[in-house]
């Protein structure tokens, strides 16, 4: 919210005979705004005038017409603000003022805002001496304003210093309200939080009017209703008030100084009576509304839109409103759309005589979603939204009502429509020793309740417990946290010291946690880069993969608002995101790559989760229920791989990846993890059908690996030979094993075999064999070569495997070595058929 310095200033002064020289510097404004808990996003001075700013009296006014455009050659009176009390010659272009009307001049040698400096020179003819002033050539509007400043007598007399007359030395502060505060959006609100961080006596602004300057005389106690109004209950109206003044002058303006302040403000000044609603919100933080009473047919009726009704606000928009819409109709049809905007058919105009003033309060929900709806946000939806205090309705028609008669002259009538009552807050119970205990500070009974007293609570001490009433204008305040929140806002965040926990030493890392850190290091080791992959994923994943309808990595988890639709599911696998990766390099020329992740997956558990009762403590049953509905969510860890591994160079032909690879790659996890992979061919989606291992631990598959399906690839628009390797981490046994070292003294022997099986047999379970039949003296077995060839015969293949043999007590002879090299291909040949090439 913007807001001047300056007002804060005198409304705080006149609160109290003591502060009504109180001052602090811009500085240290902003600091106390930030001690009670209200950051500013700056503040900005009035841009400084330099040089005699003084006021004229316009004397005489000669019309120029020989020109393209309307110009005058005035005559002005500015004392002996010029040296010599002669009339000062001024060409201006305006048309708002007349012979005799006091205004503001800059004489030659000033330098207005913008390094714009006045001289006399010649136009249109004449010798212009100087510029009489608007507000936006004084820095006190953004845009240029309709016509130059008019000021009223009781300013001064032509030749007085108008800087210091129209406090130009103001500063005006944005300050940050957070949505639960909206009762500071108003200058009784920021006025409120300023006495507290200061220490100064508050009065409020809307229940004293001397505070405000605002003279109640002309305001009549009310007697019966000004005009009927029907409430309809589906509008959730809390309340509705009306208040009339008849026999303005419609020709009137606001003075000077409201026009100032509602500038400042952000507002443009329009009309009297509208500036006045305007002047009264932000004063007291209560929108409010005129109507021109002469277009109003008959009552009025507070009632939802009906759907597909059209509407024209006041910004001239025509609107098709929804059935969920409430606006304020008369017999001619709809006149407002209620907490938002106003409309044209019964706007005040130049002919408006009779006005009526709405104040009411509408349900935030309502409002919220109407101007959500139409994309439509003015200072009243923003202040409804967020909560305004029903108690002062009625204040504010006063305000409003006094305010139009000392500008436009007029009567108020003596009548008043009102309808609602005002809501009341049940008392909070609060011990005073609470907020001591949960922040650590100890603060004393009468602090506790010097501080609710302040922000407006009622207290009530009831014995050890304190019954604590919220104010009406503080919507947030439901329970005891809310209060104490309060407390040790105003007493000072800074008062609250910084004790940091001392934690726990020489646990370090969990065995999960070293795990996973394991298998980072060992494929970062082996050259793969490691990417973060986005657990959200495109919803036609498995589509494209061909995935049939029971295959469990459908169990999606679905995002109820996603930042993409197009991405509104969880994945199960990495491998979506890990290619999709893979298409982002490839697109941008880098086409060799190894890449890994470890990551969570989600899998859909049950189809919602129970919502229990908030306001008691769920049961073991509930517990139980909740937790087994919420998402399953395993570590993965994938890697994907195309293009060489082994880059060609001067040195000869690179390697490309492979599915031999991806199959390593798995290995590396495995020796990370602690465990002994087994493998076996396998057939899953989105894998090669030929090309694609299966991994499982003590029986429990864990993962795949392999070369991705050929028409996954052409999907996606990868590589051809793109390789990927996804494995549970949760599902391999996490056991720490800190075996000794077993070291021989005596060496090993080598010998190879080479064996000729069916082109079916895995090579894997050729190795398991051999190394079975080889017995406890062989140390391991190494598939090294792969030999197809006519002289095999058809769908034959011939595996050599090196074997190592070690004893540990002795040194083994070739005799004992060939001897089980001989029992393990005789148990390859009764197992799997294999025969052993010499």
Same mark, same amino acid.
């Given at each position: ?121 010649? %136009? ?25 400043? %008019? ?56 229940? /004293? ?12 106690? @009310? ?63 209560? @929108? ?23 509407? /024209? ?109 005002? @809501? ?12 001591? /205990? ?36 503080? %919507?947030?305040?439901?329970?005891? +946290? ?74 999606? +988890? ?281």
């Amino acid at each position: 919210m913007l807001i001047s310095q300056n007002w804060l200033t005198g409304l705080l002064r006149s609160m109290d005979p003591a502060q009504e020289n109180w001052s602090v510097s811009t500085e240290d404004l902003d600091t106390g705004f930030v001690r009670v808990g209200f950051e500013t996003e700056g503040y900005e001075p009035i841009e400084k005038t330099e040089g005699a700013l003084v006021l004229g009296r316009v004397d005489h006014i000669e019309e120029l017409t020989e020109f393209k455009k309307p110009i005058r050659y005035c005559q002005v009176d500015v004392g002996q603000a010029n040296g010599t009390g002669e009339k000062q010659g001024i060409i201006c272009g305006a048309r708002n003022f007349a012979e005799g009307d006091l205004v503001v001049i800059a004489l030659p040698g000033t330098v207005l805002p913008g390094g714009f400096a006045i001289a006399a020179r010649e %136009t249109y003819g004449h010798i212009s001496n100087g510029m009489i002033c608007s507000a936006a050539e004084l820095g006190l509007a953004d845009k240029q304003s309709s016509g130059i400043i %008019t000021l009223s007598e009781d300013y001064g007399q032509p030749g007085d210093d108008a800087k210091s007359l129209l406090q130009l030395e103001d500063t005006v502060f944005d300050v940050n309200i957070t949505p639960d505060r909206g009762y500071a959006l108003s200058a009784r609100g920021l006025s409120r939080e300023l006495a507290s961080g200061f220490g100064l006596t508050f009065r409020d602004p809307a229940t /004293e009017a001397d505070v405000t300057g605002i003279d109640l005389g002309a305001v009549p106690e @009310p007697g019966g209703e000004t005009l009927g109004v029907d409430i309809h209950e589906d509008t959730r109206a809390i309340r509705f008030g009306l208040r009339a003044v008849s026999g303005i002058d419609p020709k009137a303006e606001s003075p000077f100084w409201l026009q100032r302040e509602l500038m400042l403000l952000g507002s443009r000044p329009v009309n009297a009576a509208t500036d006045v609603t305007n002047y009264v919100m932000f004063l007291l933080g209560t @929108p409010m509304h005129a109507f021109d009473a002469d277009k109003i047919a008959g009552g009025l009726t507070v009632r939802t839109a009906q759907e597909g009704e059209k509407f /024209e606000t006041l910004d001239h928009v025509t609107r098709e409103l929804s059935a969920e819409d409430v606006v304020i109709a008369d017999e001619s049809g709809i006149q407002s759309l209620a907490g938002v905007m106003g409309g044209t058919t019964s706007e005040i105009s130049a002919e408006t005589t009779t006005v009526y003033f709405e104040s009411a309060i509408w349900d935030p929900r309502k409002v919220a979603r109407t101007s959500r709806r139409h994309k439509l946000s003015s200072e009243a939806s923003r202040r409804f939204e967020r909560g305004v205090d029903p108690a002062i309705v009625e204040a504010a028609l006063d305000y409003a009502c006094a305010l139009l008669v000392e500008i436009a002259g007029g009567q108020v009538e003596a009548t008043r429509t009102l309808h609602g009552q005002v @809501p009341l807050a049940d008392p909070i119970d609060l011990r005073p020793e609470h907020p001591g /205990e949960l922040i650590g500070v100890d603060y004393s009974r009468e602090t506790v309740i010097r501080r609710l007293t302040e922000v407006g609570c009622r207290v009530a001490e009831q014995g050890e417990v304190l019954a604590v009433v919220p104010p009406t204008w503080r %919507t947030d305040m439901s329970q005891s +946290v809310d209060l104490i929140e309060e407390i040790v806002r105003l007493e000072g965040l800074d008062a609250v010291p910084s004790i940091l926990p001392t934690p726990v030493g020489g646990r370090g890392l969990s065995p999960a946690q070293r795990r996973r850190r394991a298998i980072g290091h060992a494929l970062a080791y082996q050259g793969y880069a490691e990417i973060l992959p986005s657990p959200f994923i495109a919803n036609t994943t498995f589509d494209s993969w061909g995935l049939s309808r029971d295959d469990d990595r459908r169990k999606v +988890v679905s995002v109820q608002n996603p930042l993409d639709t197009d991405y509104a599911i969880l994945g199960t696998s990495l491998l979506p995101s890990m290619l999709e990766a893979v298409s982002r390099n490839v697109a941008r020329g880098r086409r060799d790559l190894s890449l890994f992740g470890v990551q969570q997956v989600s899998f859909q558990r049950g189809a919602s989760t129970p919502m229990p009762d908030v306001t008691v403590r769920p049961d073991a049953a509930t517990l139980a229920e909740v937790i087994d509905s919420l998402p399953y969510q395993p570590l993965h860890v994938a890697t994907v791989g195309s293009g060489e591994i082994d880059h060609s160079g001067p040195w000869g032909e690179g390697r490309s990846y492979s599915y031999a690879d991806a199959i390593e790659s798995a290995h590396v996890v495995a020796r990370a993890a602690g465990v002994q992979l087994e493998i076996s061919r396998a057939d899953m989606l989105p894998w090669h059908p030929g090309r694609c291992a299966e991994f499982s631990v003590d029986g429990v598959v864990v993962g795949y690996a392999g070369e991705l399906h050929p028409q996954v690839l052409e999907a996606l628009e990868l590589p051809a030979r793109t390789c990927a390797m996804e494995i549970n981490v949760d599902k391999l046994p996490l056991t720490e094993k800190l075996p000794a070292p077993v070291l021989s003294a005596f060496p090993a022997l080598h010998q190879d075999i080479a064996l000729v099986v069916d082109e079916e047999v895995p090579a894997e379970e050729v190795r398991r064999t051999v190394q079975e039949g080889a017995g406890e003296l062989v140390e391991s077995v190494q598939l090294f070569d792969v030999f197809r060839g006519e002289q095999l015969g058809v769908g034959k293949k011939s595996l050599a495997l090196k074997l190592l043999f070690r004893a540990v007590d002795r040194t083994l002879t070739d005799e004992e070595a060939s001897a089980r090299r001989l029992a393990a291909a005789e148990l390859a040949a009764s197992r799997l058929g294999a025969e052993m090439r010499a």
